[in-house]
């Protein structure tokens, strides 16, 4: 009996332990179960911690569990039965059915024809854009350099005569753009050159803008440039460039409203032979008289006239195309 | 400087006055025919290895004797003014040039001056 009751006291011990090992392992898979699909670690923490107080058996079973568990919980690439939920509804443009056509796909990248000619070409209209665009916006600002605050920096009133005799003041320039340039007729070399440039310019101006353009040349001599002097002198160079002369003050206060450095002897005897020196630059004043920019010598007629067009088509205001002779 | 004919209102190429009295300035054809003079005269002192014709004793000399006639043609053609601004632009075109080429030896680029607007 002793033997029987040991047998059953002992399959007593035997079989309680499996009984609280079965209840705990259950507690286990439940508690695995529902932490799992709410936050891994924690849960996997619990289990590990309370797994070494069972026979080490428990520990597969629990395990497994676990991996179950997250399955369940969130891992979209094994759906266990129903279709995963994708995150767009259309369907996808290029769907590859073998390992070879995804390689062949990501052996040159995103990259193929269609997408190089969309990048070249957006990036050549991209850089075409903005290089119009920074020059325009260059050319407002020298434009507007001189605007607004107070008096212009160059140019000014000025009173003077043109080569038939009539009276040729700052207002007469107004509603054209003016191309102002100062020289003398006993010039040498440079103002000839200067103003065979000017006829250029002239007539690529007009060609392009129409009749927007007034040249004038201010004269730095006047002692010997006489209006019948620089009518003779000028025809031969541009029918429509106005000479302009006058006193010896009204000349030199002209010259100092456009910063102009001329060197004429005050007193000169008729017939004196000598040079006048005097810098050497185009002004280009806008139609309402304000100075837009000076043109040097190192500019070709050509580069001289795109300059000034440039600057002529982005005027928005009204601009007069009438003949300045008629 | 004895030599320069100092009054030059005597010459030929001398303007004729216009019809308000003041002397005409020289025309196209009588700068190309001046400017033809010109380089004539320098082409001579090019040949005789003259740079400056105005500027020093010497020079004026070795001028005279090398490209008297040459030089003659010139005060003919041109006013005297443009004779006197010519010769010296000869000897300051010559310094630029020799300057530009030192510059450009050691290294050095030379950029021209240009408006401080754009490119």
Known sequence: ?326 | MGWLPLGSSEKPACPKPSADGAFEAPNRTNRAKCYEARDAFFECLDRNNILDSINTKGGVAAAQKACGKADQEFEKNCAHSWVEYFKKQRVVNYQKEQTIRRIEAEGGEIVAPQLPTRR
Request: hydrophobic share 35%; with cysteine.
């Open chain 1, 1 to 326: 009996m002793s033997v029987s009751c040991n047998c059953i006291a002992g399959a007593m011990r035997a079989i309680r332990p499996a009984s609280t090992l079965r209840t705990e392992l259950h507690a286990v898979r439940t508690s695995a179960r529902r932490t799992v699909t709410s936050s891994h670690s924690p849960s996997s923490a619990i289990v590990y911690r309370a797994l070494p107080k069972q026979k080490t058996i428990c520990l597969p079973r629990a395990q497994n569990s676990i991996w179950h568990g997250r399955n369940l919980g969130g891992n979209p690439r094994k759906p266990p039965g129903q279709p995963v939920r994708p995150f767009s509804n259309s369907t996808p443009r290029c769907k590859l059915k073998t390992i070879e056509q995804v390689r062949a796909r990501n052996k040159g990248g995103p990259f193929n024809l269609t997408a190089a000619i969309l990048f070249i070409s957006a990036g050549v209209g991209l850089y075409f854009y903005f290089t119009y665009e920074k020059e325009r916006v260059a050319r407002k600002r020298i434009a507007e350099q001189t605007k607004g605050m107070g008096k212009p920096k160059v140019g000014g009133p000025f009173d003077l005569i043109d080569q038939d005799g009539q009276q040729f003041t700052h207002e007469d320039m107004q509603g054209k753009y003016a191309l102002v340039y100062f020289g003398f007729t006993h010039c040498p070399d440079i103002c000839p050159d200067e103003l065979d440039k000017m006829a250029l310019m002239i007539d690529k101006i007009k060609e392009n803008c129409g009749n927007v353009i007034l040249p004038i040349m201010i004269s730095c001599d006047p002692a010997r440039d006489t209006p019948a002097v620089l009518k003779e002198y000028l025809k031969e160079f541009h029918p429509d460039i106005i000479g302009l002369t006058g006193t010896y003050d009204n000349i030199k206060q002209t010259c100092k409203a456009y910063r102009v450095y001329f060197s004429t002897p005050p007193n000169v005897k008729p017939g004196q032979d000598y040079l006048v020196d005097h810098s050497i630059y185009f002004y280009l004043m806008d139609p309402e008289g304000d100075f837009v920019e000076a043109i040097g010598r190192n500019f070709t007629a050509d580069q001289a006239a795109k300059v000034m067009m440039d600057h002529i088509k982005d005027w928005k205001g009204p601009l007069n195309k009438k003949e300045h002779w008629a």
